[in-house]
């Protein structure tokens, strides 16, 4: 007769709950699978489906008490560490919609808001056409592939314990939210460029004639000039995506690098 005591089933419960729980916060906060159109069920069956087929790959988790206080420890860590791989990769679709958002303020069209699917609130137009453009060239690009591989290598560098997400990866965290800003500026930057040439030109034509209606004249040409620079500028917007998405899984591997 085979006996089990507490211990030894904390310990088998243990070795699959805390890798579930890393798993499972990363898909909550990840681009795709954390989107509003994805029900939280099928997240939940996704992570523990993952966290079965990679169990033999996983280093050895501490016999540590599930229920006890390192054990506490230990679920807040795996939590944190989840929560931030995946937020580290959604910075990269944000900047891609404020991008987005800077073209769609400067060429007339920050009043044409839409409903986004990925996050269940309004955006302006743009923003959402470039962020289901983003979703598509991530999907071509096997990006869910990488982060499910990147999930399993952070379980190398960072095992599964009591330590893990220090001071010193949570300020590289917080360093990194800059990247919204940067990469924003990297899509929308060629597009706003041409868009202030046009506004300047507009500018020096109120001085040449002043009886000139602007806003009458202006908006339906800065609109067809900037849908014209959007269409010619999807090349590098998706060069520039696939870049911030290199950068993306980089930073992820460092993070979950041994220090």
């Keep these: 007769m085979i006996s089990v005591d507490v211990n030894q089933l904390q310990h088998w419960i243990g070795a699959l709950f805390w890798p579930f729980v890393r798993i499972g916060a990363c898909l909550m906060v990840a681009p795709v699978f954390g989107a509003s159109y994805v029900p939280k069920r099928l997240r939940i069956v996704l992570a523990g489906a993952i966290t079965i087929a990679i169990m033999p790959l996983l280093p050895a988790v501490p016999d540590v008490a599930l229920l006890s206080a390192d054990g506490v420890i230990i679920t807040i860590q795996q939590l944190l560490i989840g929560v931030a791989l995946g937020f580290a990769l959604q910075l990269v679709f944000d900047a891609l919609t404020l991008g987005g958002q800077l073209l769609a303020n400067g060429m007339g069209l920050g009043f044409a808001f839409n409903l986004d699917p990925l996050r269940g609130v309004t955006t302006p137009a743009l923003g959402q056409l470039y962020s289901v453009l983003g979703t598509l060239v991530f999907l071509a690009l096997n990006g869910h592939v990488a982060l499910i591989n990147t999930l399993v290598d952070s379980f190398r560098g960072l095992p599964v314990g009591t330590d893990g997400f220090d001071a010193v990866r949570a300020r590289a965290v917080a360093d990194w939210g800059g990247m919204l800003f940067l990469g924003g500026l990297r ?14 030109a507009f500018g020096v034509m109120s001085r040449a004639a002043p009886a000139l209606n602007l806003f009458a004249v202006g908006l339906p040409v800065t609109l067809i000039f900037g849908l014209a620079i959007v269409t010619f500028a999807m090349p590098t917007i998706g060069t520039a995506f696939t870049a911030l998405l290199g950068e993306a899984f980089d930073f992820m591997r460092a993070m979950s690098a041994p220090q």
């Design 187 to 200: 899509v929308a930057l060629p597009g706003m460029t041409a868009l202030l040439v046009i506004n300047l």
